[in-house]
């Protein structure tokens, strides 16, 4: 089945600092998205993104699928970015969606 | 706002015991999935459903199976608890291919 791996797997940043973290796919995939999991274990989506390049406040991503990797940065990080993060992908013709390890960030105030 | 309810937030059962697991969503979704979660193995798929009364397997089904008897409403189910399943399960629900999903607050499984 199609690998999902993410980088770096723990990230440690003090706050106001940029980060990027990256999503490496082995097959062509319909979808991909992004993840936010809080220390309370809630999983919010941040992007949807197959494809190109999004932004959503200090938050944006980039998908590059012919290449098959996606990379989520973060400008200016707030101790509340700290958790981790989960990149999911759906593979072409099929209903499941996989997910990475995750990158755990941690933003020291 | 999508709202994914899943039952119980935590629980402590035995070993050998049937377990439970009940997700609901409002939102009419096609989709629905169980995963868990332990550290260092991110999110693992272990059944999903695309339908009522349809369940495929994921990546890791062994020990589990799954109920979908109503659109709204995707039951995972230990049949005989052991102390490997341990966990945290995470449901979440979604339109189909192509569209975002949305998860419950998770289940906090222990068995002891």
């Known amino acids: 089945g199609i690998q999902v791996e993410q980088s770096p797997p723990d990230l440690i940043l003090q706050e106001g600092a940029n980060s990027t973290l990256r999503c490496n796919f082995s097959?062509?995939?319909?979808?991909l998205q992004w993840f936010h999991q809080n220390p309370w274990g809630q999983l919010i989506n941040l992007f949807y993104?197959?494809?190109g390049t999004k932004q959503n406040g200090r938050l944006s991503a980039t998908t590059v699928a012919t290449e098959r990797y996606s990379l989520l940065y973060i400008s200016s990080s707030q101790t509340t970015d700290s958790g981790v993060y989960f990149c999911?992908?759906?593979?072409?013709?099929?209903?499941?969606?996989?997910f990475g390890k995750g990158t755990r960030l941690h933003i020291l105030p | 706002d999508v709202k994914v309810t899943q039952s119980s937030r935590y629980l402590v059962k035995r070993t050998g015991e049937k377990v439970f697991l009940e997700c609901v969503q409002d939102?009419?979704?096609?989709?629905m999935f169980w995963y868990r979660q332990d550290p260092g193995l991110g999110l693992r798929l272990i059944y999903f459903?695309?339908?009522?009364?349809?369940?495929e397997k994921g990546d890791i089904p062994e020990g589990y199976s799954v109920s979908r008897e109503k659109k709204e409403r995707f039951s995972l189910i230990l049949e005989s608890a052991s102390t490997n399943q341990t966990s945290m399960y995470l449901c979440?629900?979604?339109?189909?291919?192509?569209?975002?999903?949305?998860f419950g607050e998770g289940s906090w499984l222990t068995v002891v």
């Open positions: 459903s695309y339908d009522v009364k349809m369940k």
């Open positions: 979440a629900s979604g339109r189909g291919p192509g569209n975002t999903i949305y």
């Open positions: 993104i197959p494809s």
């Open positions: 999911a992908v759906e593979p072409n013709r099929d209903d499941k969606i996989i």
């Open positions: 097959d062509s995939v319909n979808n």
């Open positions: 939102m009419d979704h096609e989709n």
